[in-house]
């Protein structure tokens, strides 16, 4: 089993920054990819950053050039690094990891989702 684990969440100004985190740990072979997710209440879950192996990298939109993800293998972590933060930013920020485990399977799982709020 594996087990994600999130920190980072809090509450900001508009304008400022922050960053979360997510720590993976278990039954770990390698971890394919990582995503950041967010939840604004009575909307859906949407994608805000994904990164794979390869390095490749893709961002909502609405993020491009103020959020960026990153990942530390050897920690099993991945990271939201998130500047100039916008009201409409406010959410349940969750991080997803694509796990191959110790039996060779491949899983997607869920951290429990970190609280943001943006405001003044």
């Known amino acids: 089993q594996v087990q994600l684990v999130e920190s980072g969440g809090g509450l900001v100004q508009p304008g400022g920054s922050l960053r979360l985190s997510c720590a993976a740990s278990g039954s770990i072979f390698s971890i394919h990819a990582m995503g950041w997710y967010r939840q604004a209440p009575g909307k859906p879950r949407e994608l805000v950053a994904h990164?794979?192996?390869?390095?490749?990298?893709n961002y909502a939109d609405s993020v491009k050039g103020r959020f960026t993800i990153s990942r530390d293998n050897a920690k099993n972590s991945v990271y939201l690094q998130m500047n100039s933060l916008k009201p409409e930013d406010t959410a349940i920020y969750y991080c997803?990891?694509?796990?191959?485990?110790?039996?060779?399977?491949?899983?997607?799982?869920w951290g429990q989702g970190t609280q943001v709020t943006v405001a003044s």
């Open positions: 997803l990891m694509e796990v191959i485990s110790l039996d060779g399977g491949l899983a997607e799982y």
């Open positions: 990164g794979t192996t390869g390095g490749s990298t």
